[in-house]
């Protein structure tokens, strides 16, 4: 177990990584921990090169004070976003920047038996592509779908492990950290930490993808309920449609909201005769029939316009149901589907206007996430940086323990 002095010290690393750029007296309201004994530790950091000297901060009336940031090459994240057919993988720096091009390849999770196996060897043989040396890495995080264990390591719906969990099937391969978390869990912590919920309270964070996902954040932290497995807004039975959803029960939001069905309903209306410019709608891949229609709504088709208007009220539909519960302040719509923008907007602020008590609906916020479709990979290497300055990465070697 580190010591107290270490786990000072990755506390400080820890929030200079969120904050971007902290003062001494910033450190230590954050961390409780006294100036002088802050002032002290972030001068060793500075000795050692592991923080730089950033300037005054803007001025307030007073005596400017002295900023600090982190070397963007201090350490590196690992970070993987996982869905039900796409795996995109990524390195990113201590200031959230990509190190290289980000990698993705299909692999898909229902019914596949050799996932865990072969998501392994994407992991392994990308670290071994890294033009950056391992002890610098101080971590793996994956972000997946699913109802996801984060004390045991185990996701419940995919990649099931033979024996033991998929943290240690996975860490016993490649040598580094692994930390796991559900996909829609990790785009909350995204945007709590550094997207549109910074210093926020109560905040609901969409997340649009091949099905509907939710992350909630309630007195700032994100909130997973008794078992962990909160947020399964996918699945709120909204409908009366007999249509089978993917969890094995019908009606749920999925069936008539998320980018799946989108797609589904473009090919049923295009077969039907509708005229649209997706006439030549590309349909062996879904990634490309999504992204194909979304350019198209941009440019004002009116067939796929329609088509996110009607997902749209649908999601609004269920985001009523959500403010009536938990009533916040903002709802932040992101992941993949939030590519297309402002289309969103209209028709879930209909639903909601229909559907909601207008008490209780009046402040709340509903806005487009700027982090998009990178939420996941933000949110993935988050996930290791929140636990830096906890027990959970005590495994790193001694090498990466000199890093902190």
């Known amino acids: 177990m580190p010591d107290k002095q270490t786990i000072y010290r990755r506390k400080i690393i820890k929030h200079l990584y969120f904050d971007g750029s902290l003062s001494c007296t910033d450190l230590s309201l954050l961390t409780k921990k006294s100036v002088p004994l802050t002032s002290r530790v972030l001068n060793e950091l500075i000795e050692e090169g592991y923080v730089l000297e950033t300037g005054l901060a803007s001025s307030t009336g007073g005596r ?17 976003a996982m869905d039900q057919l796409i795996t995109r993988m990524a390195v990113l720096d201590m200031h959230n920047n990509y190190v290289g091009k980000p990698e993705q ?52 719906s995919f990649l099931k492990a033979s024996e033991g969990s998929i943290v240690h099937y996975i860490e016993s391969h490649i040598g580094l950290p692994v930390l796991i978390d559900n996909d829609s869990s990790l785009v909350a912590l995204a945007e709590l930490r550094l997207g549109a919920a910074r210093n926020r309270q109560n905040v609901m964070v969409i997340n649009i993808s091949w099905g509907i996902g939710l992350g909630l954040i309630l007195k700032g932290e994100l909130f997973r309920g008794y078992n962990g497995f909160a947020g399964e807004f996918s699945h709120i039975p909204v409908f009366m ?111 909601i206007n229909e559907h909601c008590i207008p008490k209780i609906a009046e402040n709340t916020e509903v806005i487009i996430s700027t982090l998009c479709f990178q939420a996941g990979l933000t949110g993935a290497a988050a996930l290791v940086m929140e636990h830096f300055d906890k027990n959970t990465l005590d495994h790193l070697s001694r090498k990466q323990e000199k890093v902190a």
């Open 105 to 156: 390849f299909e692999l898909k999770l229902a019914n596949n038996a050799h996932a865990l196996h072969e998501l392994k060897d994407a992991i392994a043989g990308f670290i071994g592509r890294l033009e950056i040396p391992k002890e610098k890495i101080a971590g793996v995080g994956i972000g997946m779908p699913g109802f996801v264990d984060v004390r045991k390591g185990i996701n419940h």
């Open 241 to 351: 449609n007999n249509k089978m959803c993917s969890c094995g029960k019908s009606g749920c939001l999925e069936t008539e909201a998320s980018l799946l069905t989108i797609a589904d309903k473009a090919v049923t209306e295009l077969q039907q005769g509708k005229i649209s410019q997706l006439k030549d709608l590309p349909r062996e891949h879904v990634e490309e029939t999504i992204q194909a229609i979304v350019e198209a709504a941009v440019k004002g088709d009116k067939l796929a316009v329609g088509l996110f208007s009607e997902a749209g009220y649908n999601i609004g539909r269920g985001i009523a149901i959500l403010i009536h519960l938990l009533n916040p302040e903002l709802v932040v719509l992101s992941g993949r589907g939030a590519a297309a923008g402002r289309l969103w907007l209209p028709p879930i602020q209909q639903a």
């Open 64 to 80: 400017r004070a002295q900023m600090y940031s982190l070397r963007n090459d201090l350490m590196y994240v690992v970070s993987i």
